[in-house]
T-cell receptor
Framework: GQSLEQPSEVTAVEGAIVQINCTYQ??????LSWYQQHDGGAPTFLSY????GLEETGRFSSFLSRSDSYGYLLLQELQMKDSASYFC?????????????FGGGTRVLVKP | ETGVTQTPRHLVMGMTNKKSLKCEQH?????MYWYKQSAKKPLELMFV???????ENNSVPSRFSPECPNSSHLFLHLHTLQPEDSALYLC???????????????FGPGTRLTVT
């Protein structure tokens, strides 16, 4: 089966940097996605890594190491609006090639 | 309307009731998904429809019955639910090529379901 591990909660202050790690075990692997979900809101797509290395999108960056089955999401220059849950998700084969398996989510709390 | 919409946003139902959740996507996508989100548990994939054909059923009890009449609409029919089925039910859509799921899915706001 598939499993993803990420920390349950992280607290940081405005302006700080937070790194959310995600380790995975899957039967097949086609890439790692990250989603953000504010309380009461819908998950929204942040980034995707299919190959090793760092992808940067503004204040957020995502990294993947396929040999280590590991990735992380880096949040820089934290703002209050970044308080949310962040989910990693692995795109794998599934029964018919149509599955995203999500981690349990990391709740990020940004303090003034 | 833009994006992915879901109705109703909140639903309270008894265990003997029958109700339906509705999802509509206005993005021109060809794949739609139902997910269940419970407190302190990962998002659980329930069903996947690609080009209106169900391509994934993630061992979901038969009291949940999906329907996809066209690529823009998705329903989840509910009957004789249990209290443990209380959760946030999220619909998502994506553009799927060669029948493979997209890594970028667009989610609706969800229906908060309470079974009493």
């Amino acid at each position: 089966g598939q499993s993803l591990e990420q920390p349950s909660e992280v607290t940081a202050v405005e302006g700080a940097i937070v790194q959310i790690n995600c380790t995975y075990q899957t039967s097949g692997f086609y890439g790692l996605s990250w989603y953000q979900q504010h309380d009461g809101g819908a998950p929204t797509f942040l980034s995707y890594n299919a190959l090793d290395g760092l992808e940067e999108t503004g204040r957020f960056s995502s990294f993947l190491s396929r040999s280590d089955s590991y990735g992380y999401l880096l949040l820089q220059e934290l703002q209050m609006k970044d308080s949310a849950s962040y989910f990693c998700a692995v795109r794998d084969l599934g029964a018919a090639g149509n599955k995203l398996t999500f981690g349990g989510g990391t709740r990020v709390l940004v303090k003034p | 309307e833009t994006g992915v919409t879901q109705t109703p946003r909140h639903l309270v139902m008894g265990m003997t009731n029958k109700k339906s959740l509705k999802c509509e996507q206005h993005l021109g996508h060809n794949a739609m998904y139902w997910y269940k989100q419970s407190a302190k548990k990962p998002l659980e994939l329930m069903f996947v429809y690609s080009l209106e054909e169900r391509v994934e059923n993630n061992s979901v009890p038969s009291r949940f019955s999906p329907e996809c009449p066209n690529s823009s609409h998705l329903f989840l029919h509910l009957h004789t639910l249990q209290p443990e089925d209380s959760a946030l039910y999220l619909c998502a859509s994506s553009q799927s090529s060669s029948g493979r799921t997209s890594y970028e899915q667009y989610f609706g706001p969800g229906t908060r379901l309470t079974v009493t």
